[in-house]
T-cell receptor, first 116, second 112 residues
Framework: AQKITQTQPGMFVQEKEAVTLDCTYD???????LFWYKQPSSGEMIFLIYQGSYDQQNATEGRYSLNFQKARKSANLVISASQLGDSAMYFC?????????????FGTGTRLTIIP | DVKVTQSSRYLVKRTGEKVFLECVQD?????MFWYRQDPGLGLRLIYFSYDVKMKEKGDIPEGYSVSREKKERFSLILESASTNQTSMYLC???????????FGSGTQLSVL
């Protein structure tokens, strides 16, 4: 079975500092995808970044990067130069291929609060 | 952009009522999912469907059923609502092999 672990229920970070949100995963499947989603107080789920298990380089999307350490089974999200609008819940998720019946398994989330 | 529409943003029901949560997507995606979100528990998969009339149990299917008669519509059914089903329900969709899920805006269900 697949499992995603986010050990930080909440974090407070000063504006403009970099933030690292932790995520570890467990799967025996060699092929998988890792995702990060942001959920602001409005409730919508916003896709941030994706990393495939065979990707050689760490994924980046603007201020977001994914620190992928395959041997350690970790996929931490790094937000550079944090902004007040980054305050939200952040979820790490994993998808394992299953003959087209793919499903995402989510972690419990980290609530990030950016302090002015 | 993909649009995933959930019929209600807020819903209040009584214990024992039959509840229907509807989700409609406009991008011809094969896969559709129902999650529930609870504080401290993250998102947990209830059911998913990878084709019309096909369904698979997720991690917490007890007390729920689903229906997918048309590709664009995926319904979650609470046969007899209970207070422990008070939660935020999120519908999502994706094309097979696509990288990301597209979510609806969620339905906050309160069962009294």
């Amino acid at each position: 079975a697949q499992k995603i672990t986010q050990t930080q229920p909440g974090m407070f970070v000063q504006e403009k500092e970099a933030v690292t949100l932790d995520c570890t995963y467990d799967t025996s499947d060699p092929s998988y995808g890792l995702f990060w989603y942001k959920q602001p107080s409005s409730g919508e789920m916003i896709f941030l970044i994706y990393q495939g298990s065979y990707d050689q380089q760490n994924a980046t999307e603007g201020r977001y990067s994914l620190n992928f350490q395959k041997a350690r089974k970790s996929a931490n999200l790094v937000i550079s130069a944090s902004q007040l609008g980054d305050s939200a819940m952040y979820f790490c998720a994993m998808r394992v291929p299953n003959f087209g019946n793919e499903k995402l398994t989510f972690g419990t989330g980290t609530r990030l609060t950016i302090i002015p | 952009d993909v649009k995933v529409t959930q019929s209600s943003r807020y819903l209040v029901k009584r214990t024992g009522e039959k509840v229907f949560l509807e989700c409609v997507q406009d991008m011809d995606h094969e896969n559709m999912f129902w999650y529930r979100q609870d504080p401290g528990l993250g998102l947990r998969l209830i059911y998913f469907s990878y084709d019309v009339k096909m369904k698979e149990k997720g991690d917490i299917p007890e007390g729920y059923s689903v229906s997918r008669e048309k590709k664009e519509r995926f319904s979650l059914i609470l046969e007899s609502a209970s207070t422990n089903q008070t939660s935020m329900y999120l519908c999502a969709t994706t094309r097979v092999g696509n990288e990301k899920l597209f979510f609806g805006s969620g339905t906050q269900l309160s069962v009294l």
